[in-house]
C-alpha cells in the first residue's frame, strides 16, 4: 500500500538549469496537488492537477514554472532556468475523491531543491 | 494576507499531559479543516478532520474542536507522548475550491 512518492528526494541545479520534479499519487488517487514550502513557512498551493488537465494554477508563478499529470506515468513539476530563490521543499499531494467533495490530500515526502 | 494563523510557533509539554494547538482563521467560506504533523525531512502527515457542520471530532488521542463563530480551531492530544514531538500545521479549505491554506505551525516539544 504505497503512498504518495516523489523524486528526486533532493536536487541540486545551478542557477539557469532546469529542474523536474516527480510525484507518483496514491493508488487509486487521480488528484495531483502541488505545494512549495519556504524556510520557517507553511505549506503554499502552487497547482490542481486531474490526469491530463490543469483544474487550477492559480498559485503558479507565471513564468519558469510549469506543471502536467499525463494519462500514463507520474505528475511533473518542471521549472526552468531556476533562481536561488526556487529553493525550496516542494510537496505533492494526492486525493482519491472528485473535486468538490470534502477530499482529504495525502502528502509525499518532499523534493528538496537547493539552487546554487 | 495569513488567512490561517498559527500564533504559537513553539509549545512544550509534558509527557501525559494535555498538548493544546491552536489555529485562528479569517475566511468565513472556509468548509473544510484539517490537522498535519509533519517530522524534519519528510511530508506532512493528516492527523485529524473536521468539516464546518460539526464543531468536534475526535479519533484516539486527538481531538479538534471548532468555534465558527471566533474563527478558531484547535486540536488536542491527550495524553501526550513523546513520539508526537513534530510541527503541526492547520489546514483549511475554502468552498468550492480545492487547494489548502495552511498555516505557519506550530513546534511541539514532549518532554519525558
Known amino acids: 500500500n504505497a503512498g504518495v512518492m516523489q523524486n528526486p528526494r533532493h536536487l541540486v541545479r545551478r542557477r539557469g538549469q532546469e529542474a523536474r520534479l516527480r510525484c507518483s499519487p496514491m493508488k487509486g488517487h487521480s488528484h495531483v496537488y502541488w505545494y512549495r514550502q519556504l524556510p520557517e513557512e507553511g505549506l503554499k498551493f502552487m497547482v490542481y492537477?486531474?490526469?491530463?488537465?490543469?483544474?487550477?494554477e492559480s498559485g503558479m508563478p507565471k513564468e519558469r514554472f510549469s506543471a502536467e499529470f499525463p494519462k500514463e506515468g507520474p505528475s511533473i513539476l518542471r521549472i526552468q532556468q531556476v533562481v536561488r530563490g526556487d529553493s525550496a521543499a516542494y510537496f505533492c499531494?494526492?486525493?482519491?475523491?472528485?473535486?468538490?467533495?470534502?477530499?482529504?490530500?495525502?502528502f509525499g515526502p518532499g523534493t528538496r531543491l537547493l539552487v546554487l | 494576507d495569513q488567512q490561517v494563523k498559527q500564533n504559537s510557533p513553539s509549545l512544550s509539554v509534558q509527557e501525559g499531559r494535555i498538548s493544546i494547538l491552536n489555529c485562528d482563521y479569517t475566511?468565513?467560506?472556509?468548509?473544510?479543516f484539517l490537522w498535519y504533523k509533519k517530522y524534519p525531512a519528510e511530508g506532512p502527515t493528516f492527523l485529524i478532520s473536521?468539516?464546518?457542520?460539526?464543531d468536534k471530532n475526535e479519533d484516539g488521542r486527538f481531538t479538534v474542536f471548532l468555534n465558527k463563530s471566533a474563527k478558531h480551531l484547535s486540536l488536542h492530544i491527550v495524553p501526550s507522548q513523546p513520539g508526537d514531538s513534530a510541527v503541526y500545521f492547520c489546514a483549511a479549505r475554502e468552498t468550492g475550491t480545492y487547494k489548502y491554506i495552511f498555516g505557519t505551525g506550530t513546534r511541539l516539544k514532549v518532554l519525558a
Open positions: 499531494a494526492s486525493s482519491p475523491r472528485p473535486s468538490g467533495l470534502l477530499e482529504t490530500q495525502y
Open positions: 475566511n468565513s467560506m472556509f468548509d473544510y
Open positions: 492537477l486531474q490526469k491530463e488537465n490543469i483544474i487550477d
Open positions: 473536521i468539516s464546518s457542520i460539526k
